[in-house]
């Protein structure tokens, strides 16, 4: 079976985007391949998070992606700083990168244009350890969306790198997982483009019904159809998205009549979709809430994963080492 390897960031809560998006799809590869997902906590250091932030970002997230279904017996969910594995293959991977193909990153030079007060050598060194973090399990599929290609195609190239140095045929060099095309997009609510966290026109599973109705109130429409049948605009057409992702066929044939013949009012459309969006989130909302309570199955969840992880993370770093010539005296 193949291998997958994905790091989830432990900054903010999941909101509907994610949840269509890279969660269904873990939800799907969860089924049929042997897939490692963990909680990035190294990754979010370079924003110096405190520390009860840290825990808590990292208790919050896990705790959504089991609520979402992520199963922790069919796959492997771990704590990245669990496998102190991770930590020295990122080390010895760092002596073959380059300073100048770190520094010509596209999200190193972003970072370092949006915050030059904190160019740390942990974001510049980024792509290593996501490098570490994949072929650390030999990986031969990673789910990526656009703004990590060039992170995995850093890892294709270490990886490659370090077979062609030692003359082995040692590590996997992974492919970027392709879904095809038919993701759906969950566009925000603020007229046009996609949900997301930075921009801030999303829903979030963790957020309360008198928030997502407050947040659906304020959607962004436009002036109303004058003639039937006529073309949606985007802000409309955003609204019919989400409403076909959380309503029934029916509702949504029911508000397209309306919209056909003119006779929509945008508020009662809004009014059925907040309801909608909070009928489909409640029971997620309420397990994130029952599983952040209960520490011992979290406990249970961690522990599992880690020594899952640690199976076969120890196994490539002893080989590892071997290769290298760190070769045991006693
Ligand atoms: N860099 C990824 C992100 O920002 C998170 C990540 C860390 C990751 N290590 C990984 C993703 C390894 C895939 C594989 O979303």
Redesign the pocket.
Known sequence: METV?????PTGNLHLGNYFGAVRNFLKMQENYNCFF?I?DY?SLTTHPTPEDLHENVKQVLAEYLASGLDPEKSTLYI?SDLPEVAELNLLLSMNAYLGELERTTSFKEKARKQPENVNAGLLT?PV??AA??IIHQASK????K??EQ??EMTRKFAGRFNRMYKVNYFTIPQPFNFGDNLIKIPGLDGTGKMGKSEGNGIYLADDPKAIRKKVMRAVTDSGPTEPNSEMSEPVRNLFTLLEVVSTPDTVEFFRDKYNSCEIRYGDLKKQLAEDIIKFTAPIRERINEIKADEAYLGKVVKMGKEKAHESASKTIKEVREIIGIKPFF
């Open positions: 390897v994905s790091g989830i960031r963990f990035a990754h990245q980024y350890l996501m973090d994949i990673v789910p990526v969306g703004d990590q992170n995995l």
